[in-house]
């Protein structure tokens, strides 16, 4: 039996992109032939690569690999059954590249979170009309298998929501505020010269890089087309330590959160800073680790935590994929054929939540009544309030309320109420709380 | 696309056992059929059960299926293509008919971990010479895809080490007496009165079902043949709210921990009670709910979480494991070709661990020079080390010890040492703290 299956061909893999990612791919290729050929029942190759510098010694004989500088052409070649896309970019070579690979009848696998979230849709359907498979596990939550937890192990589930923290830099960042009372300016400086930040830092603390990562996992979830566009996006730039702070009092955290869930009046897919309780396996989330948390209407709650980045946990969800390959294992890219994906309606933040609003209000009698009264008059209702001590000669009250849940757009009438009346020294501070 | 896919053939159950989880993949059969044919490219259909009860009202429709009362018939009917084991038991008719099933060439899915670790190599080998497929995702730990994600999604690692909680019940009586200062015995007593346990109780708290669980993992994990029978087990019985109460104080949990490592040694399979430190996921895992730690050495750790039992969680992992063969995604029971698993040289806790000692030492001079010089002697050191306040009129000492890390076999020896030097008034209490 084991002789029979290891005289299968080989699988052989054509490798654009050698930046951290596909050295970390080329390593395990290299290290562990045996192993890899054993558990897929053939061997695993690699025949080409393209890269951007040829001659830049990166620790790894590449001697053996044919060398092609543009990747379409590596895509297209005769000698590839797989395509291995590590370049990044949602445009550009890695889009033609990918185009190519898959017009070829050739697989795909990449870890390109912006490709998928800008083109998902049209390259799914190119996959199935060429008899291809395209897969991406490392482009949601780094080593974390979630893709496949998601489309195959909970596969037997209608899936009622997906919550996640899925950007490491940003987790970092909102952790060490908390541990450390460093302010957001230092501590993103900080990840700069650690080399934590993408060359736009927006990517991560803007919350696009995370927001691409929801969108594809609303996509398997839902059954929806890709819809980046209707992500709703917020980052991490106006938490201050003042706000983590009353949050920790209060028995929360703030994190970036995604959160992905079908409504009655559409999809909601969000990635902005959220409060979760202490009690929630999130708020246990320190660091650069990245968690998810899929919720199936069968088998409850599942909690996927682990690195959301680096060379050898990006590497293996990369390898995760090629053995699928590999083991003859063909799932369409987003878990159903592309054409049956439904266009979903975009819901912003439908479904009712508690929220967490920090006032400032001016020190007049009467400013706490308009306060209640303007969200009463909305329909919100509160569930708690503290005012904090104040220096006696400040004219400024700080007011923290938790309202119970409550529509998005009933809490900003509520807002535009007490703005108008006079009463708010400041912006008001309002995060969503999220029970998870 | 879609026309084209869902044209294909129906796969078609014969489902064996309508207990629980029979009952939860009835269920989602019948209520997600237009999701599942979605997902799967073709229809998932019942077309035969069997039961040992024919008349029984079940809550569910079961008139369009073929009644059959020897499950070995139903495996064995012409119009079944994936026989579904959920009747239990390591052997009897659970193994009679999944032999039966495999030897027609029909792919078997099954929920049964005593089938699994006393007869899995057998089975996976006759699965291949069949050319048939055996998986049991819902065997390991109830709704959480583990098997998946060892088996495929961390296939391009060297698995170092699969730490898990895996049984809910031992898991609850511990997380109990630490909450409410109830002993074992009441909390056995309410677990018997809430239909917790096993029909044999010491399945649970003995070990014996979270110890069959272990050893499937270890098989994918290392490459090895199941060897349940080398599984160190120790059930959660002698654990007393004292210890829990020290343990806690120095900062640690008390968990039936599963452990399987390969060693230089040998493969090391142990269910037993483990102190895991506060600061690991483990510790923080309250309740009935299963939690396994994967650690890679590309992707480091991955840690699943999830419900490890009840009817929708377990009918969910029997659906993702028939939802692969829809699919037509075909691995291997254990990862790799059965002919390739080796027989690994079983090793008993031989991976040195720092020790958690309780001992009751007679309140005489010079009772605690012997103790330490009994681990000394031993090769043990000491890492910390406290002594309780005592009544007045007791002449009876207790100290605890936390060991620097150390082989079972030197504490063994020292343990032995203070016996015989008559210092110890009981049995001393010796648990292996677990890093994770």
Redesign the interface.
């Known amino acids: 039996?084991?002789a029979k299956?290891i005289a299968k061909a080989p699988l052989r893999l054509g490798l654009a992109g050698l930046g951290t990612v596909g050295m970390?791919v080329i390593k395990?290729v290299q290290e562990?032939a045996d192993?890899?050929a054993?558990?897929?029942?053939r061997p695993v190759e690699i025949v080409a690569v393209a890269a951007r510098s040829k001659g830049k010694d990166r620790g790894f004989d590449l001697s053996g690999y044919a060398w092609e500088d543009d990747p379409v052409k590596l895509a297209q070649r005769e000698d590839v059954d797989v395509f291995v896309e590590l370049m990044g970019g949602s445009d550009g070579p890695a889009k033609a590249a990918t185009e190519a690979a898959l017009a070829s009848g050739k697989d795909v696998v990449t870890a390109n979170k912006a490709l998928l979230a800008h083109h998902g849709q049209a390259l799914a359907?190119a996959a199935?009309?060429n008899n291809a498979v395209l897969r991406f596990?490392a482009a949601v939550a780094g080593?974390?298998?979630v893709m496949?937890?998601l489309t195959?192990?909970?596969?037997?589930?209608?899936i009622t929501r997906v919550v996640g923290v899925m950007n490491g830099t940003c987790n970092y960042i909102l952790t060490r505020m908390e541990a450390t009372g460093q302010g957001y300016n230092a501590l993103f400086d900080e990840c700069a010269r650690l080399g934590y930040l993408e060359a736009d830092p927006q990517l991560d603390v803007g919350g696009i890089d995370a927001g691409h990562k929801l969108s594809l996992l609303a996509s398997v979830a839902f059954?929806t087309q890709v819809n980046f566009d209707a992500v709703e996006l917020e980052g991490i730039e106006r938490i201050t330590n003042e706000d983590i702070a009353h949050a920790s009092d209060m028995g929360y955290k703030i994190k970036l959160l995604g959160v992905t869930q079908m409504t009655g009046r559409g999809l909601e897919q969000r990635m902005t800073p959220c409060l979760v309780p202490n009690s929630s396996?999130l708020a246990?989330l320190d660091g650069g680790t990245n968690m998810v948390v899929l919720e199936?209407?069968?088998?409850?709650?599942?909690?996927?935590?682990?690195?959301g980045a680096?060379m050898?946990?990006t590497?293996?969800?990369?390898?995760?994929d090629?053995?699928?390959i590999a083991?003859?294992?063909?799932?369409?890219t987003f878990?159903?054929?592309?054409?049956?994906l439904v266009e979903a309606t975009p819901a912003v933040a439908a479904a009712p939540a508690p929220y967490y609003l920090r006032l400032e209000l001016v020190d007049k009698p009467g400013a706490m009544a308009k306060v209640t009264s303007a969200l009463g008059d909305s329909g919100v209702s509160i569930d708690r309030m503290r005012q904090y001590g104040q220096d006696e000669n400040a004219d400024v009250a700080p007011v923290l309320i938790v309202t119970d849940p409550a529509p998005r757009a009933s809490l900003d009438a509520a807002i535009d109420a007490m703005q108008s009346s006079g009463v708010l020294v400041s912006d008001p501070v309002a995060i969503r709380i999220e029970k998870v």
Chains 1, 2 share one sequence.
């Open positions: 039996m084991y299956t970390g395990i562990k192993l890899l054993l558990r897929a029942g359907l199935e009309t596990e080593g974390i298998p496949k937890a195959e192990g909970l596969a037997g589930n209608g059954g396996p246990q199936g209407d069968e088998v409850g709650q599942i909690v996927l935590r682990g690195a680096g050898g946990p590497a293996s969800a990369v390898m995760s090629i053995m699928d083991r003859d294992m063909r799932v369409p878990g159903q054929p592309a054409a049956t």
